[in-house]
């Protein structure tokens, strides 16, 4: 059974970083692709970043690009979202979540999905 859960979010001022950490225990075979989504209030949830397990290959959305870095250390079955330069936009819950490849990433259409948290950035 794949455990995830997201920690590290906060209250930040416009500008400063934060980094969003999430463990993937007991992550299956096929469940190739990690991500990072959010949504924020009265909003659908969007996708942030993917990542292949498989082949490495990353995926940013365009809003977050140059801003935020998405990384794993696989020892710990840890995924991280470091997020720079934080915007008053960013404000959202974040959640990390495991599929089966990058394809499914970038449709929002994950496997297992953990619990957000909470990332406010004030003005």
């Known amino acids: 059974e794949v455990q995830l859960q997201a920690s590290g979010g906060g209250l930040v001022r416009a500008g400063g970083s934060l980094t969003l950490s999430c463990v993937t225990s007991g992550r299956a075979h096929d469940e190739d692709a990690i991500g990072w989504f959010r949504q924020a209030p009265g909003k659908e949830r969007e996708r942030v970043s993917c990542?292949?397990?498989?082949?490495?290959?990353?995926y940013y959305e365009d809003s977050v690009k140059g801003r935020f870095t998405i990384s794993t250390d696989n020892a710990k079955n840890t995924v991280y979202l470091q997020m720079d330069s934080l915007k008053p936009e960013d404000t959202a819950v974040y959640y990390c979540a495991v599929g089966f490849d990058l394809i499914a990433c970038l449709g929002t259409a994950m496997s297992r999905w953990g619990k957000g948290t909470q990332v406010t950035v004030s003005s």
């Open positions: 990542f292949s397990s498989s082949s490495g290959e990353v």
